[in-house]
């Protein structure tokens, strides 16, 4: 008796062939696991944004060229804030390949991954390991019941916990592999410490929205974790933690009473990742709220925007790159040396830049070689970044 595949099969297959093309999926492991992971049962519904703000939902069931496809997909809102944004996802196919190339999995590795949303990562982990080597933690208890139940319907049992992935899962360390499918703007000592001999963490350390990417950290014998960035751009959603108050910026009236002068660093300064990243490893403080002002009777933007927690503002001209400042707080000088230090440098990119956490768990970001000229300390991560 012959069995057909079922329909959902062709369109895994179609987009395990794809990420192979595009050069995402490098190995016959990963080809396979995409193949067989039904992407489907682990989505179910997923959420999307229209152009007015407004969430609409579609069924993963009725639309499998939707779900096999290398998107991203929002599968939980959060109104918390008094309005819905997105509290998980079934992150990019195309990008979490890329990032389960980047572990160079061998057969024997235990893996631990933080962030386990719908579930699907997880089980293409446990495809390509077996059930007994992959273990996840996502801080959402409904989320990880939720998972749970998917990947037993799917066939895979591994092991789940619903915890804080700040702090790892120590009772089944240590692991070969850590890696983080949501933005930490600090790797934790205890992602170090859980780490075996020879191990690796690969996380999207992120200072705030926009400002940070993966990087891709080795244990050393020492116990310290180096490593560098990755040359192209990801980004995940930002880790929360119970208790986390949503930190906004006071309203405050920008009024014309700032101090005026000329710049020459980039305008927006969120457009040129790196500088952005470097301007908060350069002391932009925790919290800092950004966007565009527009003009309010042709909506087209005019000025860049940064409101830092004391009320402290900067606003930059996008026509003749004049700042505006007033406060206590100067929150365009970091941008400045942020901006000088990497002209300086020859306008490095991603790849130019590396990451160590010490045995105190310090992060020290760096450019070149951890010992070069230039290095920034980043905050002990014991405040909170909502942005
Ligand atoms: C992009 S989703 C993960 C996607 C997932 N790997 C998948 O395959 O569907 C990010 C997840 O990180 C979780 N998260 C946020 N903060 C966390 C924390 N402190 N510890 C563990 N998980 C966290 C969120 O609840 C969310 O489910």
């Not at 319907?153 to 089944?172: F, I, K, S, W």
């Not at 026509?319 to 020859?346: C, K």
Request: charged share 25%; net charge negative; proline share 8%.
């Amino acid at each position: 008796m012959t069995t057909t595949a079922p329909e959902w099969a062709t369109y895994a297959g179609l987009l395990a062939d794809l990420l192979r093309e595009r050069g995402d999926i490098e190995t016959p492991e990963w080809h396979d696991a995409v193949e067989h992971v039904p992407r489907h049962a682990f989505v179910q519904r997923a959420y999307e944004q229209d152009p007015t703000g407004l969430w609409t939902s579609w069924e993963a069931d009725a639309h499998w060229d939707r779900v096999y496809a290398p998107k991203t997909l929002v599968t939980a809102l959060d109104s918390r804030r008094g309005y819905p944004e997105p509290a998980s996802s079934s992150t990019n196919p195309e990008l979490m390949v890329r990032m389960l190339e980047m572990l160079d999995l061998r057969d024997s590795h235990r893996v631990l991954e933080i962030g386990t949303g719908t579930g699907y990562n997880a089980a293409l982990l446990s495809r390509r390991l077996g059930d007994t080597r992959v273990f996840s933690v996502d801080i959402d208890p409904e989320l990880v019941a939720l998972a749970g139940q998917r990947l037993r319907t799917a066939g895979y049992r591994p092991t789940l916990a619903a915890v804080d992935g700040q702090d790892g899962l120590p009772e089944h360390a240590p692991y070969d592999r850590i890696i983080a499918t949501c933005s930490a703007p600090a790797v934790p000592l205890s992602w170090a410490e859980q780490l075996a001999p020879g191990g690796s963490v690969l996380v999207d350390l992120k200072l705030a929205i926009s400002a940070g990417n993966l990087v891709h950290l080795n244990r050393r014998a020492d116990g310290t974790l180096e490593g560098r960035f990755a040359t192209r751009w990801a980004s995940f959603m930002a880790m929360r933690h119970h208790g986390d108050l949503p930190v906004s910026a006071p309203r405050v009236e920008q009024a014309e009473d700032g101090r005026s002068r000329a710049t020459a660093a980039p305008v927006p300064p969120w457009g040129t990742p790196v500088v952005w990243f470097l301007a908060h490893a350069a002391g932009l403080p925790r919290g800092v709220e950004f966007g565009a002002l527009l003009d309010p009777e042709s909506r087209t933007p005019y000025a860049a925007s940064l409101t830092g927690p004391d009320g402290s503002w900067a606003r930059v001209s996008l026509s003749d790159h004049t700042v505006t400042e007033a406060g206590n707080t100067s929150l365009w000088e970091p941008v400045e040396r942020a901006y000088r230090v990497w002209v300086d440098t020859d306008r490095p990119g991603w790849d130019r830049l590396g990451l160590t956490v010490d045995a105190d768990g310090h992060n020290t970001v760096w450019l070149d070689e951890p010992d070069g000229e230039h290095t920034w300390l980043l905050p002990a991560d014991d405040t909170p970044m909502r942005a």
